[in-house]
């Protein structure tokens, strides 16, 4: 089993609709978890930190967390063709970072 | 505010050689890690430093080594290349101090090995 899974995609979604990205962690030690977005050929930017259960919402983005369930999930409201990219879900584990292999969304306008 | 940089941008090197990638963190930051990115795949970590010591090294081999100096900028160096080498060098880096675990990455280093 793979430490950090994610969907591969590509996921389409329509410009205005809510995008959903999930992520689910092997190691019960996590304690925190980030969201970051790669566009194509550039390097990840971070998006959204997470470190609680429930949701923590910045903007058009919300993260929702579930240590009992070992998921992650990434909501991005009023999507924009801007955010078309790869999302990328990393856990940190004693300090170290380990990250899923990204899934590639693709806003439709 | 400055944020992580990287050099050089892109490098072509031949099987064997041995190559130094440099970063700069962002101000404010102390601890640097450094990733590599094959094509289509999350980073993958190898290293961090902080007060020029490494803390924790991912599953790479020793070819891959690196440095700190006082100034919290570092080095990456990888020895006898490989083609499987070639990829994505990330440098992240954040506030060891402090409740924040949040990595900023620079833009990378785009090694090509022929």
Same mark, same amino acid.
Request: proline share 5%; with cysteine.
């Given at each position: 089993?793979?430490?950090?899974?994610?969907?591969?995609?590509?996921?389409?979604?329509?410009?205005?609709?809510?995008?959903?990205?999930?992520?689910?962690? *092997?190691?019960?030690?996590?304690?925190?978890?980030?969201?970051?977005?790669?566009?194509?050929?550039?390097?990840?930017?971070?998006?959204?930190?997470?470190?609680?259960?429930?949701?923590?919402?910045?903007?058009?983005?919300?993260?929702? /967390?579930?240590?009992?369930?070992?998921?992650?999930?990434?909501?991005?409201?009023?999507?924009?063709? *801007?955010?078309?990219?790869?999302?990328?879900?990393?856990?940190?584990?004693?300090?170290? /970072?380990?990250?899923?292999?990204?899934?590639? /969304?693709?806003?439709?306008? | 505010?400055?944020?992580?940089?990287?050099?050089?941008?892109?490098?072509?090197?031949?099987?064997?050689?041995?190559?130094?990638?440099?970063? *700069?963190?962002?101000?404010?930051?102390?601890?640097?890690?450094?990733?590599?990115?094959?094509?289509?795949?999350?980073?993958?970590?190898?290293?961090?430093?902080?007060?020029?010591?490494?803390?924790?090294?991912?599953?790479?081999?020793?070819?891959?080594?690196?440095?700190?100096?006082?100034?919290? *900028?570092?080095?990456?160096?990888?020895?006898? /290349?490989?083609?499987?080498?070639?990829?994505?060098?990330?440098?992240?880096?954040?506030?060891?101090?402090?409740?924040?675990?949040?990595?900023?990455?620079?833009?990378?280093?785009?090694?090509?090995?022929?």
């Amino acid at each position: 089993q793979k430490e950090v899974e994610q969907n591969s995609g590509p996921l389409s979604v329509p410009e205005g609709a809510i995008a959903s990205l999930n992520c689910t962690y *092997s190691d019960r030690g996590s304690q925190s978890f980030f969201w970051y977005r790669q566009y194509s050929g550039k390097s990840p930017e971070l998006i959204m930190s997470i470190y609680s259960n429930g949701d923590k919402e910045d903007g058009r983005f919300t993260a929702q /967390l579930n240590k009992a369930s070992q998921y992650v999930s990434l909501l991005i409201r009023d999507s924009q063709p *801007s955010d078309s990219a790869t999302y990328l879900c990393a856990v940190m584990v004693y300090e170290k /970072l380990t990250f899923g292999t990204g899934t590639r /969304l693709t806003i439709i306008p | 505010d400055a944020g992580v940089t990287q050099s050089p941008t892109h490098l072509i090197k031949t099987r064997g050689q041995q190559v130094t990638l440099r970063c *700069s963190p962002k101000s404010g930051h102390d601890t640097v890690s450094w990733y590599q990115q094959a094509l289509g795949q999350g980073p993958q970590f190898i290293f961090q430093y902080y007060e020029e010591e490494e803390r924790q090294r991912g599953n790479f081999p020793d070819r891959f080594s690196g440095h700190q100096f006082p100034n919290y *900028s570092s080095e990456l160096n990888v020895n006898a /290349l490989l083609l499987g080498d070639s990829a994505l060098y990330l440098c992240a880096s954040s506030p060891l101090t402090g409740n924040s675990y949040e990595q900023y990455f620079g833009p990378g280093t785009r090694l090509t090995v022929t």
